[in-house]
Nanobody
Framework: QVQLVESGGGLVQAGASLRLSCAAS????????MGWFRQAPGEEHEFVAAISRSGYSTTYADSVKGRFTVSRVNAKNTVYLQMNSLKPEDTAVYYCAAVEGRVRLTLDEYDYWGQGTMDTVSS
């Protein structure tokens, strides 16, 4: 069982930066690939970024490529999402998720996800 807790969301202006953190419980964090997803009001969940178990491989949605960076520190059981040059269309609830093995790109392929953290970007 893995529990995930996101933090770091908030209200910012367009062009600003935010860093999200996701703390995981359990002793086998390094066995899980981690993903970030988001859900805007009235929309479906959208893949944002993912990182492999080792951290050497990352994948991004086209909409955030070049602006967002996913990273992890396995010794701290934590994954991060650095979000720069934020746009109003980045407004959403952001979720982190964990899956054993390789990276997946859809939320329903993940085994665990957190409660989410709200990010609002004003224009």
């Amino acid at each position: 069982q893995v529990q995930l807790v996101e933090s770091g969301g908030g209200l910012v202006q367009a062009g600003a930066s935010l860093r999200l953190s996701c703390a995981a419980s359990g002793r086998t964090f390094s066995s899980y690939s981690m993903g970030w997803f988001r859900q805007a009001p009235g929309e479906e969940h959208e893949f944002v970024a993912a990182i492999s178990r080792s951290g050497y491989s990352t994948t991004y949605a086209d909409s955030v490529k070049g602006r967002f960076t996913v990273s992890r520190v396995n010794a701290k059981n934590t994954v991060y999402l650095q979000m720069n040059s934020l746009k109003p269309e980045d407004t959403a609830v952001y979720y982190c998720a964990a899956v054993e093995g390789r990276v997946r790109l859809t939320l329903d392929e993940y085994d665990y996800w957190g409660q989410g953290t709200m990010d609002t970007v004003s224009s």
